[in-house]
Each structure stands twice: as C-alpha cells, then as structure tokens.
C-alpha cells in the first residue's frame, strides 16, 4: 500500500477517506459526493458540486447540503491532523451557526484557513485528559457567480478529547 500512497496527491488521499468516512459511517456525506480541491497544513477547501441531489426547489444549493459541506471541511482538516497523532483523539462539533448571505446556484467551495489553529488544538487534546475547544470559521463559495465573495459563513465549534484506554474498547 505504501507504494500507492506515494502516487496519488494528498488531495486525493483526502478525497478519498472522506468518501470512504461517509461509506461507512454518515452515508449522507456520501450522497452529496464532496471533493477536496485542496488540504495542506494551514488550508483547506472542500467542493460539493450542485446537482439534482443538492438542490432545493428554487434551483439552488439546499441548505443541509451547505451545512454538510461546511461540516466536511472542518472535521477533515482536524482529521488530517488527528491521524498523524499516535493518540486516539474523539472528534465532534458541539455546536453550529450559519449565515446564509446569496443562493448558491452553481458548484460551492467551502474554505477554513485555520489550519495552524487546529493543529494545536490536536496537539493540546493529546497531552490533556481534558476536552480543547475552539471555534472554527467555514466560508462557502460559488466562483463562477460570486468570485470570492462568500454565499455563507458557518462557524462550529471543534471539540476533541483524547480517548483513555478504558474508552477505545
């Protein structure tokens, strides 16, 4: 296996594990079919395209869609650097707010840039016992109609815990 992971890009890799993530345990992030467009250690972006499954009746991105992507881009950033962890770390959101400013009408591109942020927050959750938080900000994007201009901002809140011995059984 390690000579394949040598072949493919880390957006790819990243793709793909999110993929098989919502095979085997949220099948709704499977429908929507998000890709990543681009991850590195500060960065990133997350696309889900629009399409007969993502729209709502008005032709537009449906709003759960919106917040599956923005869910996606988070939990995979943090993920990305969980794995690198020999700790197991427990990841959830343990809240969400969203500001919907432009009907997404075309393919969207979710983006967090707070990847140096997140990394520490891994790195303070495998030394503690105790659960880190931190908000992290998500910013929705449709490029072909709106350039960089935001259609929506999410911002959840990231809470890790490492799991002790007695809770990985």
Known sequence: MDWLSTRISEKTKATLLLRLFGQLKIPLISYVRPSVVAIDEKKIVVKVPLRRRTKNHLNSMYFGT????????????????????????????????????????????????????????????????????????????????????????????LSLKRQEDSEQM
């Open 66 to 157: 919106l917040c599956i992507g923005a869910d996606c881009t988070g939990g995979l950033l943090a993920m990305k650097f969980i794995e690198a962890r020999p700790e197991r770390i427990s990841l959830v959101f343990k809240d969400f707010k969203a500001e919907f400013r432009k009907r997404a009408e075309d393919d969207t591109f979710f983006i967090c840039d707070q990847g140096r942020e997140i990394s520490a927050l891994v790195e303070r959750a495998s030394r503690s016992s105790e659960r880190q938080e931190m908000e992290v900000s998500i910013r929705a994007t449709v490029p072909s109609k709106f350039g960089d201009e935001a259609v929506a901002e999410f911002t959840m809140t």
